[in-house]
């Protein structure tokens, strides 16, 4: 089946430093999302990329979808207290309407 | 936009016996998943809940481990039956999956 993995598994950076998930699929996305989990909280989405090479800002925060439609980055400028949470990025297969997960970035900011 | 009521928030139970979980939609919508998130982990699909059909199972979840009803197209739930410590998790209810997924806020579920 369908899998989702995404590097590193663990991030701790400084405040203000910048901070990168990669995330790559088994097989190719129909389209990919990305979702924030504050701690104790449930997965909020952020944004849906669908097309080959797709560059989206949201602020700080800048999303790229691999030209093959098999990976994508999450990259956060500046990093404040308040982007503390887990990163998942997640795809449906095509014609496929489910979700697979990916097994998420967890960051952590020393203040 | 969807905004999913789920209940309960977290409960403690005796392995042996079963929990529902409840999921309100505030709108109608085909499709209903069921998702458990053990400590640390990521999100597994548990199952997709059609309104008027059986629910279809992941690999590895099993309708009689995971009962789930889908009366209307605004409600579903999920029972947790004969649970043992290994349930242990968090279950989530999610709609939308296509374009943007939402989530009910999730039962913390700790089998004792």
């Known amino acids: ?14 405040e203000g430093e910048d901070f990168t998930t990669y995330c ?33 800002k949201q602020k700080r925060l800048t999303f790229q979808f691999g030209e093959a439609k098999k990976n994508s980055s999450l990259h956060i400028t500046a990093t404040q207290t308040t982007d503390v949470g887990t990163y998942f990025c997640a795809g449906p297969g095509f014609g496929n309407e489910k979700l697979t997960f990916g097994t998420g970035t967890r960051l952590t900011i020393i203040p | 936009s969807a905004v999913i009521s789920q209940k309960p928030s977290r409960d403690i139970c005796q392995r042996g016996t079963s929990l529902t979980i409840q999921c309100q939609v505030d709108s109608q919508v085909t499709m209903m998943f069921w998702y458990r998130q053990q400590p640390g982990q990521s999100l597994t699909l548990i199952a997709t809940a059609n309104q008027g059909s059986e629910a279809t199972y992941e ?24 649970m043992s410590p290994e349930d242990s998790s968090i279950y989530l209810c999610s709609v939308g999956q296509r374009i943007e997924a939402f989530f009910g806020q999730g039962t913390r579920l700790t089998v004792v």
């Open chain 1, 1 to 14: 089946g369908q899998q989702v993995m995404q590097i590193p598994q663990y991030q701790h950076v400084q």
């Open chain 2, 59 to 82: 690999s590895g979840f099993v309708i009689d481990k995971f009962p789930i009803s889908r009366p209307n197209l605004t409600f579903s739930t999920l029972t947790v039956s004969n």
């Open chain 1, 24 to 56: 790559n699929s088994s097989t190719t996305l129909s389209n990919i999302q990305w979702y924030k989990q504050r701690p104790g909280g449930h997965p909020v989405f952020l944004i849906q990329l669908v097309k080959s090479g797709e560059v989206k």
